[in-house]
């Protein structure tokens, strides 16, 4: 099973609806949640970061977090094309080196969204 | 301005011959990551490093090496490179060891080993 699982995609969604991405992790321990956008051929950019169960709002974006369920999603309300991107959700667990502990971040395999006109 | 910085951007090069890709960031941050992107594997840790000179593995280390001299610099070096090892590379930095602020990435290094 892999750690981190992003739903396949591609995601093609028409302008203005909502688009939903869902991402599973395996590590009952992860306590941070982040989800990254990233345009083609472009380094990964921070939209949004959760931490507790439940949403979590910011303009058009909402995050969603269900630790007991392992799932974490991001909706996008009224999408637009420039939102047309591959998502990257990330999950820290914790690493621990020469006994010092470190955040593990752990990537999924990410999501193309597109939205047309 | 805060930023990350790779060089080279773009790198075609042979088999077995040397390569270094630096990555520099002026943000003062301790904790620094390489990272590789390749199509439908999402990215993958290389090496990562807590501090100067503190390094250890990430989750694909074979055939890389790391080194941390100053807090600013975190080369990536592929001593042998081999085809398997063309892809997308991200070198990262962030404040502190648990992600609690955001991740700095670069603007990523193309690198294709023929």
């Known amino acids: 099973q892999k750690e981190v699982e992003q739903n396949s995609g591609p995601l093609s969604v028409p302008e203005g609806a909502i688009a939903s991405l869902n991402c599973t992790y395996s590590?009952?321990?992860?306590?941070?949640f982040f989800w990254y956008r990233q345009y083609s051929g472009k380094s990964p950019e921070l939209i949004m970061f959760?931490?507790?169960?439940g949403d979590k709002e910011d303009g058009r974006f909402t995050a969603q977090l269900n630790k007991a369920s392992q799932y974490v999603s991001l909706l996008i309300r009224d999408s637009q094309p420039s939102d047309s991107a591959t998502y990257l959700c990330?999950?820290?667990?914790?690493?621990?080196?020469?006994?010092?502990?470190?955040?593990?971040?752990?990537f999924g395999q990410g999501t193309i969204l597109t939205v047309h006109p | 301005e805060a930023q990350v910085t790779q060089n080279p951007r773009y790198l075609i090069t042979v088999t077995g011959k040397k390569l270094t890709v630096t990555c520099s960031q002026n943000?003062?941050?301790?904790?620094m990551s390489w990272y590789r992107q390749d199509p439908g594997l999402g990215l993958r840790q290389i090496y990562y490093?807590?501090?100067?000179?503190?390094?250890d593995k990430g989750d694909v280390p074979e055939g890389y090496k790391v080194s941390r001299k100053e807090k600013r610099n975190f080369p990536l070096i592929l001593e042998s490179p081999s085809p398997n090892q063309t892809s997308l590379y991200f070198c990262?930095?962030?404040?502190?060891?648990?992600?609690?602020?955001?991740?700095?990435f670069g603007p990523g290094t193309r690198l294709t080993v023929l």
């Open positions: 959760i931490y507790s169960n």
């Open positions: 943000m003062n941050h301790e904790y």
């Open positions: 990330a999950v820290t667990g914790i690493g621990w080196a020469g006994g010092t502990s470190y955040g593990k971040l752990t």
């Open positions: 990262a930095s962030s404040p502190d060891r648990t992600y609690s602020d955001t991740q700095y």
């Open positions: 490093s807590m501090n100067v000179e503190v390094t």
């Open positions: 590590d009952r321990g992860s306590q941070s």
